[in-house]
């Protein structure tokens, strides 16, 4: 900020002039360090006191100097800590409008209900993709940290006022990934009740929550003290699966991704088998499993039969999957 900046030099350049002036009096006119300092703070403050001690013409003729320079300086700060000041309350004023502006538009969007590790870790993968998401988070310093990157909208989320403002209505998912699980129930009952066909993922800090926050409603839920402990297990057991899985999912290492790719009824690719899709032979990627329904086929043979509705699991690199997410959305 260009105010902040001017008042850094004036700042400095006001101190100069304390030292020189109390400089000054010491040498000029004999006074104690201290004399000559109070004389330029008094001086420089307009407070009016009466000189420290009687002034020779050389002292009188070197305070004018430090009156005339001292005071202008003193002026400018004042004026520029005003613009700074101004144009601090200024850009948060229009920076909230402006958010508030980009939140209204959101539609199809994601809403991560808590700032916490688990909702910025969610956060990050959305931004990556990118896809349309908002952060609700009742801390203001944890909003501000953040609402420089991401959509912020402080408020508590187990209202339906502030899930209304989220836009709710229009959205494709909810997170609920505050750390108390009672705040989580909350928040999914209204959410489920604001839009019942909301998809809504929920963060389990116990494990006899799990089942209180699937029948409130939730779609799935995710514990991440559970997580974390099958992943330390497992990196103990199958060091080089846990590996595989880091470099295709966190995207560590080479360049490779799981991806989803779903088959519309009118997509290329539905009525064709693997081998005749030609997704792996062209593009690049490799189909590991075909999701259909409530089953999943893994590792399916070249004559296995893509269908409209399927739900492709792929690997490949992300410029690759991305073409065949393309070329699957298209029509025949």
């Known amino acids: 900020m260009k105010a902040l900046h001017n008042l850094r030099l004036i700042g400095i350049a006001l101190a100069l002039v304390i030292i020189a002036g109390t ?27 009466q000189e420290t001690h009687p002034l020779s013409h050389a002292g009188r003729v070197f305070n004018i100097c430090v009156i005339a320079t001292g005071v202008s300086l003193v002026f400018l700060g004042i004026g520029a800590l005003t613009q700074a000041l101004l144009e601090f309350e200024l850009r948060s004023f229009f920076g909230r409008r402006k958010m508030e502006r980009e939140i209204d538009r959101l539609t199809d969007h994601y809403i991560i209900c808590g700032a916490g590790r688990v909702g910025r870790s969610a956060g990050r993968e959305l931004a990556r993709r990118p896809v349309p998401f908002v952060i609700v988070e009742n801390n203001d310093a944890k909003a501000a940290r953040y609402s420089q990157d991401w959509l912020v909208l402080v408020g508590d989320a187990t209202k339906e006022q502030t899930l209304r403002e989220a836009h709710i209505e229009r959205a494709r998912g909810l997170v609920a990934a505050t750390t108390t699980d009672a705040t989580n129930l909350y928040i999914i009952l209204t959410a489920r009740g604001l839009n019942p066909k909301l998809k809504i993922i929920a963060r389990a800090s116990e494990e006899d929550a799990e089942k209180h926050l699937l029948t409130a409603g939730a779609d799935a839920i995710v514990s991440p003290y559970s997580f974390a402990g099958q992943r330390i297990a497992q990196t103990f057991l199958r060091p080089h699966v846990v590996s595989f899985l880091d470099t295709a999912t966190t995207h560590l290492g080479i360049d490779l991704e799981l991806g989803e790719i779903c088959i519309g009824p009118d997509s290329r690719f539905a009525g064709k088998t693997i081998e005749s899709s030609r997704i792996r032979q062209e593009r690049g990627v490799i189909v590991l499993a075909i999701k259909r329904g409530q089953g999943m086929r893994f590792n399916p043979a070249p004559d296995d039969r893509i269908e409209a509705g399927d739900f492709l699991i792929a690997m490949g690199e992300p410029a690759q999957l991305r073409q065949v997410e393309l070329i699957a959305a298209s029509r025949t």
């Open 23 to 49: 400089a000054g009096f010491h040498f000029i006119e004999g006074w104690s360090w201290f004399d000559g300092f109070y004389m330029v703070v008094t001086t420089l403050t307009t407070i009016g006191y």
